[in-house]
């Protein structure tokens, strides 16, 4: 697949595709790209029903410029953290990012939230916050004050007494479990229906079939998700060391 900056004429095909409700997939398809960077093209730059192919170059372009005027002529490259390719970790970083929007996260919050997660030591402070995602402090604490409330980071204090941020594993098994007891309360919600219009009538069936239907999901969400919680915590396993006199 071709690699590279989009075009404003791929920006252009994007947006014909979107218009005509082709799934991202399908248009990635036709321009030869992968799915992610085409979905993260259109997320970034005002979703679904907000793209504008003109208004994206131009945004893509002040961004290259930035990039630019923030890395001058003479300053050093960091080296790489564990042999890792740069652009690909920042690649990768939007498309997480994206993914995160996608599923009704706000952007600056979907930003810190992969910082936190894609960081090996698992948690940063503000200062690391403002520096890895170039925005204010401000910015930073009211992503972190709306995380905080849904339960998605919390904060501890380190050695050093600063403040550190810390998306915690468990935040994804209380996830599912949110998420199942919502799945319980609307069938329970449909099967009140079943009472109001009629046992008997085709309404109450169809109520009654989707109540039966999302008490299963439920019951197999929270069942799976109790079974496979402790992966959340597993720690990768160390590598035997070598005993004296051996290659």
Not at 38 to 53: D, F, H, I, L, Q
Not at 58 to 69: I, V, Y
Not at 135 to 152: R, T
Request: contains cysteine.
């Amino acid at each position: 697949m071709p690699g590279g900056r989009l075009t404003q004429q791929e920006r252009q095909q994007i947006a014909l595709g979107v218009a005509d409700g082709l799934a991202y997939a399908e248009i990635a398809r036709r321009l030869e790209r992968p799915t992610s960077t085409v979905t993260r093209e259109v997320m970034r730059n005002g979703g679904p029903t907000g793209y504008r192919a003109d208004l994206a170059h131009r945004a893509a372009e002040r961004r290259s410029h930035r990039r630019r005027q923030a890395a001058p002529r003479g300053t050093r490259t960091p080296e790489p953290v564990h042999g890792r390719d740069p652009e690909a970790v920042r690649e990768y970083e939007e498309t997480f990012t994206t993914v995160l929007m996608q599923t009704g996260a706000p952007k600056m919050m979907a930003r810190v939230l992969t910082c936190l997660y894609t960081s090996d030591t698992g948690s940063l402070t503000a200062a690391e916050l403002v520096q890895r995602l170039e925005v204010s402090p401000a910015s930073v604490s009211k992503a972190i004050s709306y995380l905080e409330n849904q339960g998605l980071v919390r904060r501890e204090r380190d050695d050093r007494r600063r403040e550190r941020y810390i998306a915690d594993d468990d935040v994804w098994y209380q996830s599912m479990i949110a998420s199942a007891r919502g799945t319980i309360q609307l069938a329970e919600t449909a099967r009140q229906g079943v009472g109001v219009l009629g046992r008997d009538t085709p309404a109450a069936v169809r109520l009654e079939n989707i109540a039966r239907f999302l008490d299963f999901v439920s019951e197999s969400l929270t069942r799976a998700a109790d079974q496979a919680r402790e992966v959340l915590h597993t720690k990768p396993e160390s590598k035997p060391m070598n005993s004296p006199g051996t290659d």
